[in-house]
């Protein structure tokens, strides 16, 4: 349709208010209380223009196009009007320019200098007072509120958190909580969505005050070091300090929304514990050295060790929170220089599962839709995964979903918040997600709501499929998960009767003795309905760490190189072989988990770690530092010293996030560049700087470690990713696979499994968790995050503002266990296993099960994973972490320690 603006003819959408064809046209109409995340209000009366026969002045944002509409947006009678509303905003507003924080960035300032009009001559006075000083990231000052109400709608409607609103009436009205205290008493998440919004200085960044204008900031493009979403941002740098983090809001992940970690989890980067010179081990203790003393005597112990115990005495643990490049040439340093297959990252010990699984059934390890895609999903099946907290921004296109109607069934052990927006909760119990998906599968079939073309056609081993989940029906399933057999019904209908349904787990699913076998049933679950290879649904693991896809993605594992080609093809080692200059190793590595074993044995002698720390994130830590302490050279290379350098002969300071260039590969498989915004501290250099100077002097050439000539390299050698360039990913990145220059990338993987190319359904049955509990060790413990921290907490615990937030390890248990055992809420336990014991504080929550407890294992005062169990998944080599059987004990008869005010509420219940 075509509307005419101004006298010009512009095409509309249907759909599209005027404010919105006007904006994409580049029209300016001025605006207060518009938000394009957001529904129209039309309250701030700015925007008002005149159509052509209707009657009196319309608000143009909440006004929707006709087809051959005209429409003036500037008129004697528009001006003046405009002019009026600021007079009277200003009114009623602090005349204090100068000071204010919103300096230069202020909406309301701008419009009363295009419009002229100046502050009253009489002074007011101060008519709000908040008191806000327990916030360590957000000031309010609604004595410069304009009642736009932006941050009330953003609250509700975008992050779902409902925490503020309006209080009072007329002249009085003010923007409050609903019970009238502080954000840190009300359901706030912290992620800043209303500082973004606010048009003026009612709420800024306590962490940015004092620190500049906005026109004194460079703003860096990058994106996001936390969670695997890979939230676009830009860094505001002055002085050469990261003082603020903002928002991009043309970042197709996240479309303008961060969490309270992106957010305000920047600063590590400067904090003082960094790492800033080389450490070399003399005489039992870490002493400080130059570069070249510290590289040559690593080469040296390395060459040494080569000579006597061969490759096979080496392993290599790269980073899933370093850059693709930093991953490449890590593991293109243990191939080529040293000769050895046994690499591995983290991805191990969270999602190794997901790459064997995923590849044995649909082909690619792999989320196969994008992240955009889940607010379009008709039924989401969310499983083992608590997104709210561990994705939050990724969850915000959930939650729109089912504000748009989508089915929502979440099985849980917990009832988290995500389980509080579900249209069915399944609380099974831990380690029976098996048994619920055959539950599910067995419904499907017996009810005819399989898509039986494609599960014949497009698919192998349905009749098998079909003759296990027959031995599942509802009511056995009920007896193994603890939910009654008609919810699982409903929930099987919900699922097979969609016209399309995604599925999304984390670790929840992969963090089993069977968690490969999780991945499969999942996998089962969506090819047998016909949601593999569409828009809008999938199978959709969401990965931890910023760049953990992109390690796995780089080869940093111990079978397969770039891109997943198999290390025991003999045309990939050709042309590898050839292309680095060496005889590439033919014999499969070891996984991590494999190899800390032969550590222990004394068979690998030296260990080459890059941005990990075992001692924080293995399963059943006192053995793995029993085995660590076996170890001839342990090299440790990263930002900040940890428990792993206390056992490091040589530690080796590198650059992190915000110093670096290069790229992070995100859950939706998207290749983003990450950029420097800042120097160094002191002598600490980038990975790739260091893994090369370290190949020179073992004898090897294998690159400069420029990041761009570095990925071009990547792209030559991976087919998958030949079409990524920095050139072509310089403004947004792009999905692999992407294999040619003017491909578009991939927005959703397998569409030619409706073509020409088969699945593979893989049946499997229940396996119970290893361990279960007995009279001894009565409870079971499960593992995650929180929203808080991440991973070790090495980012978040040293950034300025978390702790306060989030100080200390929590035991969250359900009031019924804790009154059982004469503990009372707040009071620090002692919480033991087969395998060890840690103390923290108990917190009743009515998230916890009975029987169930649950702690986060970022924190070094109470390393959690002393308690968990080393048994491992046959296929992937991932521990069981979310199961093991405890016991809680009270410590002392000392008085219970005050929680703060919001966990309180049981746990981290706010988000």
């Keep these: 349709m075509q509307v005419t603006i101004n006298d010009r003819v512009y095409e509309a959408r249907e759909g599209e208010t005027i404010l919105e064809v006007a904006l994409r046209n580049g029209v300016r109409i001025p605006n207060l209380c518009y938000d394009r995340r957001l529904a129209p209000t039309g309250q701030c009366r700015l925007c008002l223009v005149e159509i052509e026969g209707a009657r009196g002045l319309q608000p143009s944002c909440c006004m929707v196009v006709r087809d051959g509409m005209v429409i003036r947006t500037s008129t004697e009678e528009i001006e003046d009007i405009r002019r009026t509303v600021i007079r009277l905003l200003l009114t009623e507003h602090p005349n204090d320019c100068l000071r204010c924080e919103a300096n ?16 009253p001559q009489k002074p007011r006075q101060p008519k709000f007072e908040v008191n806000e000083q327990d916030n360590p990231f957000i000031v309010r000052d609604y004595d410069k509120c304009i009642l736009c109400e932006r941050c009330v709608r953003i609250c509700s409607e975008v992050q779902g958190a409902n925490a503020l609103t309006v209080a009072c ?4 009205s003010v923007v409050s909580t609903f019970l009238g205290g502080t954000l840190m008493d009300s359901p706030c998440v912290l992620c800043g969505h209303c500082v973004d919004t606010c048009p003026v200085g009612a709420l800024v960044d306590r962490k940015r005050l004092g620190c500049g204008r906005t026109h004194d900031f460079v703003r860096v493009r990058t994106t996001c070091s936390h969670c695997g979403v890979g939230c676009g941002m830009f860094l505001l740098v002055r002085h050469g300090r990261i003082v603020a983090v903002e928002p991009h809001h043309a970042s197709p992940a996240n479309r303008g929304s961060l969490c309270v970690k992106g957010r305000y989890a920047y600063d590590f980067p400067h904090h003082p514990d960094r790492l800033t010179t080389p450490l070399i081990r003399r005489n039992g203790e870490l002493q400080p050295a130059t ?20 490759p096979g005495a080496f392993a290599g643990w790269c980073s899933s929170c370093c850059t693709n490049e930093s991953n ?11 000769g050895t297959n046994t690499v591995d990252n983290c991805a191990r010990n969270c999602h190794a599962p997901t790459v064997a699984g ?3 059934t649909l082909g690619a390890g792999a989320m196969t839709n994008s992240i955009a895609e889940l607010q379009n999903a008709p039924c989401i099946l969310a499983i083992g995964t608590n997104m709210t907290e561990t994705h939050p921004v990724l969850a915000l296109r959930v939650r729109k979903a089912v504000q748009q109607g989508a089915k929502l069934i979440v099985a849980d052990p917990r009832r988290t918040e995500l389980a509080d927006l579900a249209t069915t909760y399944l609380p099974l119990r831990v380690g029976t997600d098996i048994p619920l998906l055959n539950g599910m599968m067995h419904v499907i079939i017996k009810e005819g709501l399989c898509h039986e073309q494609f599960a014949t056609e497009r698919c192998e081993g349905l009749e098998e499929l079909k003759a296990v989940v027959a031995e599942y029906p509802p009511e056995r399933v009920a007896e193994i998960t603890g939910i009654p057999a008609e919810d699982i019904i409903n929930a099987a209908r919900e699922f097979g009767e969609a016209e399309r349904a995604a599925i999304c787990y984390t670790m929840g699913i992969t963090q089993h003795a069977c968690g490969t076998d999780n991945v499969q049933s999942i996998a089962n679950l969506a090819l047998l309905t016909g949601n593999v290879g569409r828009e809008n649904a999938g199978v959709n693991p969401l990965r931890g760490q910023s760049n953990v896809q992109g390690a796995c993605d780089m080869g940093g594992l111990p079978n397969v190189l770039t891109g997943y080609q198999r290390m025991d093809d003999p045309a990939v080692q050709a042309k590898f072989g050839e292309a680095w200059g060496c005889d590439m190793p033919a014999e499969i590595g070891l996984k991590h988990t494999e190899a800390i074993l032969r550590m222990g044995e004394g068979q690998i002698r030296c260990l080459y770690l890059m941005g990990e720390q075992p001692l924080l994130t293995d399963v059943d830590v006192n053995h793995a530092r029993h085995c660590l302490e076996r170890l001839d050279l342990l090299v ?29 590969t995100n859950t939706e498989r998207r290749v983003q560049r990450v950029r420097r915004a800042v120097l160094p501290p002191g002598e600490s250099k980038p990975d790739t700087w260091i893994i090369c100077e370290l190949a020179k002097r073992m004898g090897k050439d294998i690159g400069s470690g420029n990041a761009k000539d570095t990925w071009n390299e990547i792209a030559r050698l991976t087919p998958t990713m030949a079409g990524i360039s920095y050139e072509r990913i310089e403004k947004t990145g792009l999905q692999w696979p992407c294999r040619t220059p003017a491909d578009p990338g991939t927005k959703f993987l397998h569409a030619d499994l409706w073509t020409d190319r088969k699945a593979k359904f893989m049946p499997v049955h229940h396996q119970p968790p290893a361990e279960l509990p007995d009279e001894e060790y009565p409870l079971v413990l499960t593992t995650g995050r929180r929203l808080y921290h991440y991973h070790t907490g090495m980012r978040t615990h040293h950034s300025q503002g978390i702790d306060d937030v989030a100080p200390e390890e929590l035991v969250e248990m359900s009031p019924q266990d804790g009154q059982n055992l004469g503990i009372e809420d707040g009071e620090m336990v002692r919480v033991v296993s087969r395998r060890g014991e840690v103390t923290a504080r108990a917190t009743f929550t009515r998230r916890s099960p009975v029987g ?4 986060s294992f970022h924190f070094r005062e109470s390393p959690t994973n002393v308690l968990t169990n080393p048994v491992l998944d046959p296929k992937a080599g991932i521990p069981e972490f979310k199961a093991c059987a405890v016991r809680v004990e009270k410590v002392g008869e000392t008085a219970p320690t005050p929680l703060p005010p919001f966990l309180q509420k049981g746990g981290d219940d706010r988000g």
Excluded at 169 to 172: A, F, T, V, W, Y
Excluded at 292 to 310: F, I, N
Excluded at 330 to 335: L, T, V
């Design 636 to 664: 440790m290379q990263d930002n900040f010293p940890g428990e792993t350098s206390a056992l490091a002969h040589v530690v080796l300071p590198a650059t992190g996030w915000g110093e670096t260039d290069g790229t992070f």
């Design 104 to 119: 230069g960035a202020c909406a309301l300032q701008d419009l009363a200098y295009e419009y002229g009009v100046d502050f």
């Design 169 to 172: 009436r007329g002249s009085e």
């Design 358 to 360: 995923l590849a044995t």
């Design 291 to 310: 570069w070249d003393e510290a590289l040559e005597y690593v080469a040296t112990r390395m060459k040494q060790t080569l000579a006597e115990s061969g």
């Design 852 to 855: 169930t407890i649950f702690m």
């Design 328 to 338: 490449y040439l890590f593991m293109k340093f243990m191939r080529a220089v040293i």
